[in-house]
Every structure is written in structure tokens, then in C-alpha cells.
């Protein structure tokens, strides 16, 4: 049976949930203060079994029953109603599940570039939503990692996490120092940087040779501007997805996906 304490109000004890869709004040709490919130019992359990540590849960009190299952002796678990579940988040909890977890510490650049053959180089992609998705292709149509730039969103945000169905868990990542210089350490550690660009002397991805599908890192820039002129000049290939009907481009996570799959398409 879990021992459940009723929150009728805001109350100090569930400070880590207040304000969670204020997306800057988010950011300078959560990742000084070591914690990140995962929204959903699919994606609380799934950063369970990835090992990460649970702080306290917050939770729908109609709901109370769905966690009993799991070992969460010693854990704070804080049950309300809606209503004073969206006073405290600022926003409808429909999933009805809310959890604080223990960052762990963070993966260098170095620690994955010498462990993965398939990654993602991420540049100033900061929309929550693209990142999340582009986690879970990352997951399901094998890369090993993903590096990002230091302008980039967190991939432990709320909104990040829940997009990727908590596959974000199972991807490791890490920044890449400095920017764009850094680009020079992935290709001396046996990479080839493939910059994913809607420019006309791209070559399609899907003519890639032997030896540039080796070790691939896949350069993606945000959507809109795309990559910077100096994230071009360090790849090693522009590469594009040929499109029908005049379409130039794709959302960045959905092209993501495209060229995740024809990278790892011959292990499927």
C-alpha cells in the first residue's frame, strides 16, 4: 500500500512542480538544482528503469492506485485533485502523473565519441516538442548518441521528455565544446560529418558511399534557419533528401527520422 499524503494547496513540500510551464523559469531551476520532471506514468517508469533517482511523485488522487505497484518505499508521493493540481503546475495534468527525479551526472563529448558509430550533431535546436521527437527516432531507427551544441535545449524539460515517450533516456548525449571548433574532434575520432541541407549540391542521402556510412555523424540544424554557414564548412558532405511536389524541406524531427532510418537501414 502506498503511503500518500493529500495536498489541498500550494504547499513548500511540492516546490519542484510550481510554475512548470514557465519554460525560463524552468531553466534556471532545474538543471543547477540537479532535478528534472517527468510527466506520465509510462514516462515515470521508464526513468525508473533507466536508473535514474526519484524524488517525489505528484499525482492525480483518483489515480493513486496506478503506482502501487512499484518500489517507491521512502519516496514522497503527494496525491490532489485537479484543480489544485493545475494551481500548483499551471497547467491540466491530463495525464495525471507527475514526477521529480535526480539528474545523473553529466557524459562528455570524448566518453561518446569513443563508444558510439552512428550519432547526431544537434545545432540550436531549442524547441522543446522537435527535440523530444528527434530523441525518440534517435532511439528507434539506431543512433547511439547525440551531441549537441551549447545553444540547445535541454533534452531533460518536461516537454522534451514527453515527446519522446521517455526514450530520452535511453539515448546519451552530451554537449560538444566549443562550437563549431568541436566539430574537429568528432571527425578525428573517425567520423564523417554529414550535414543535412536543402542546398542544390547536396548530394541524396541515399548515394552515400560504403566508407561515408562508416561512422556517420548527422549534422541538423533548427528549423527555419537551418545550419550555420560555419556548421557547413566543417562537415565533411552536404547531404539531402530528395522531395516531391517542389516541397523543399521537412519539419527537422520528421527529417531526422528519414535519415536516421537510411543510415541504419542496413541493420534492419
Not at 540550436?124 to 528527434?134: E, F, K, M, S, Y
Not at 578525428?188 to 555523424?217: M, S, Y
Not at 541538423?220 to 517542389?246: F, Q
Request: glycine share 6%; charged share 25%; aromatic share 6%.
Amino acid at each position: 500500500m502506498l503511503s500518500v499524503e493529500q495536498i489541498t494547496g500550494d504547499d513548500d513540500r511540492i516546490g519542484d512542480y510550481r510554475a512548470l510551464t514557465d519554460v525560463e523559469l524552468r531553466t534556471r531551476w532545474e538543471p543547477p538544482n540537479g532535478l528534472f520532471i517527468a510527466e506520465g506514468e509510462l514516462v515515470l517508469r521508464r526513468a525508473l528503469r533507466a536508473g535514474f533517482r526519484l524524488r517525489s511523485v505528484l499525482i492525480d488522487a483518483k489515480r493513486v492506485e496506478q503506482l502501487a505497484d512499484l518500489p517507491l518505499a521512502g519516496v514522497p508521493v503527494y496525491a490532489a485533485d485537479q484543480a489544485t493540481l493545475e494551481e500548483i503546475t499551471g497547467f491540466h495534468v491530463h495525464r495525471g502523473v507527475l514526477a521529480s527525479f535526480h539528474r545523473k551526472p553529466e557524459l562528455s563529448a570524448d566518453a561518446i565519441l569513443a563508444s558510439a558509430r552512428r550519432i547526431a550533431i544537434l545545432e540550436d535546436i531549442n524547441n522543446h516538442t522537435n527535440l523530444g521527437a528527434l530523441f525518440r527516432s534517435a532511439a528507434a531507427l539506431g543512433m547511439d548518441a547525440v551531441l549537441l551544441s551549447p545553444s540547445c535545449a535541454d533534452p531533460l524539460y518536461r516537454r522534451s521528455v514527453r515527446v519522446s515517450m521517455g526514450e530520452v533516456f535511453a539515448v546519451p548525449y552530451a554537449q560538444l565544446h566549443p562550437w563549431p571548433d568541436g566539430l574537429d574532434r568528432v571527425r578525428e575520432a573517425g567520423f564523417t560529418i554529414l550535414a543535412l541541407t536543402p542546398a542544390a549540391d547536396a548530394v541524396p542521402i541515399q548515394r552515400l558511399t560504403a566508407a561515408q556510412r562508416a561512422r556517420p555523424a548527422l549534422l541538423l540544424g533548427a528549423e527555419g534557419p537551418g545550419l550555420t554557414a560555419k556548421a557547413l564548412r566543417a562537415s565533411d558532405a552536404a547531404v539531402v533528401i530528395p522531395m516531391h511536389r517542389g516541397v523543399d524541406s521537412l519539419n527537422v524531427a520528421n527529417a531526422a527520422a528519414v535519415a536516421f532510418w537510411e543510415l541504419s537501414r542496413s541493420e534492419l
